[in-house]
Structures are given as C-alpha cells and as structure tokens.
C-alpha cells in the first residue's frame, strides 16, 4: 500500500451503502459519503499543448491540427512531473494533437497509449476556426440554444451535445473499470471538464466552472465509482522554477 492508504475522504457521490466495494467503510449524510479507503485509483488528465497563435480564440474541435513549437515545449516542462506519477496505462485522443502530447509525455516509458476514439473534441461544425464575435452574429439562435445546454442542439454540420456527453461517460465508465493505479488521459479541454463534472457527480452544463489550461493536468482520485478532485492547472512549471 502507498502513502494514500487509510485516508479518510468525503465525496459527492452517486453511490448507496449497498453499492460500496469491499475496502470501502463509511456512512452517509445525505448525498455525501464519508469513508475510508484502502487504496483510491488516480487519473491524470492532461490537455494538450498550444496549437499556435493562428487558432487562439477560435474554436478547434475536430480540426486535426498539430501542436506548435510552444505546445511541445509546455508538454516538456510538465513532463518531469508526470514521470514521478508512476503512470501504469494511457488513453488519448485520435488527433494529432493530443497524440504528439502523449508521445512526448511516455518517451522515456515502457508505457504505450491507446488511442480511444470517445476522447475526441467535440465536433463544432461549421464553427470550426471561427472567433465567438462571429459566430455570435451569424448564429444568434444557435448560440442561445448552446449556451441553455440544450442537448439536443447540434452545431452546424457538426456533433449533438447529447452525443458528445453520451461518449464522454462510455469513456468515463472504461475508465473506471480500468483497473491500472494510475491512469493518464491525453485528451481535450472540453472533454476533461466533462470528465470532472461526471466524477464529482455534477450536472454536464457545469463544466463551465471549469477552466482547463494548455498542457496541464488534472487530478482525480477515485474511490469506488466516485471521484475527488485533487489538482487542476498542474503545469510543472513550479518545479522547474525551483530547479532553475
């Protein structure tokens, strides 16, 4: 056992006391359970690098573009950092950009990713490469119904809300099963704000609480099927300053 064995934990949780997998002791005060773990299971979730001024403030979804000379130097500085994580598997995204992440990342690793298709950005469509002034003008509706969470709306010639959250939790359940300690998931910002609301048990529409940095990570425990949130924005960038 590690040094996060037999640490007491409170989580929000979609669990009921018949659910609680052997290891797991607790009780529970309303939609809160407090327990005690033997081991909790960690995901590590790291967006990808820069892509280039050319795309900032513009929606990048589908668009299978490559990291910048920038994004690649952002995934070396956080590099270091997850090699101590003792990282036992890997999923990423099919595109370009989240597979370079992942190359560079697991370099000096006997560990190989898995390219999982549901770990994609959501597809915006006609949306895609254009600024939100924009978008806004010509699809004021179509913005209206986005920014409701409607999970019907679909972008323009692109992917249904309900579709992007729909793969996001079959992706979230595989990676539950998983049973590696630790997990890292190269992926897409959009895509990790919805891993965080459906770990912590939040509605899909609150990912907006969220904002997930360029090449950062996330951490996750899991205990059972519930999560806690235990980093957001790890950028490495502190340790290499201290080294510096």
Request: hydrophobic share 35%.
């Amino acid at each position: 056992m590690d040094d996060r064995s037999f640490d007491m934990c409170a989580v929000q949780s979609k669990l009921n006391p018949a659910e609680m997998k052997n290891g797991i002791h607790g009780s529970v005060n309303g939609s809160w359970i407090f327990f005690e773990v033997l081991m909790a299971r960690k995901l590590l979730l790291l967006r990808h690098g820069d892509v280039g001024d050319e795309y900032h403030d513009r929606y990048i979804g589908s668009t299978n573009v490559s990291m910048s000379e920038r994004g690649h130097q952002q995934v070396r500085t956080i590099s270091p950092w997850l090699s101590d994580q003792s990282i036992d598997c890997c999923y990423c995204s099919p595109l370009r950009r989240c597979k370079e992440t992942a190359s560079i990342v697991l370099e000096q690793s006997d560990v190989e990713y898995k390219v999982d298709p549901d770990l994609r950005e959501i597809d915006f469509g006609k949306w895609e490469g254009l600024a939100f002034a924009d978008i806004a003008q010509k699809f004021p509706d179509e913005v209206k119904r986005w920014s409701d969470f409607d999970m019907d709306f679909a972008f323009p010639d692109g992917e249904r809300i309900g579709d992007c959250v729909g793969r996001v939790v079959g992706i979230a359940d595989r990676l539950t099963e998983d049973p590696a300690d630790t997990v890292l998931v190269c992926t897409h910002g959009g895509i990790i704000r919805l891993l965080i609301c459906y770990f912590l048990g939040l509605e899909p529409w609150q990912y907006i609480l969220f904002r997930v940095e360029r090449a950062s990570v996330t951490t996750i425990e899991l205990f059972g099927g519930a999560g806690l949130l235990c980093g957001l924005n790890e950028t490495g960038k502190a340790a290499e300053e201290t080294e510096g």
